[in-house]
């Protein structure tokens, strides 16, 4: 990247630098839906299951 600029009607040439730009990788929603929705589950079973216990 090259800058150029004026001061006092005098042109100023900066330094040249280098910008580097990391792009991520997007997040995976389907797999983070799924592990959600099996967590879920599990403690909607266990729920299920105590109550079911306590009954007898």
Known sequence: MNTKSLSDEQPITGETK??????KPKTNLLGI????????GLVGGMVVFGIRLSRR
């Open 33 to 40: 839906s799924i592990i959600i929705l099996l967590i879920l």
């Open 18 to 23: 280098t910008i580097n730009v990391e792009i």
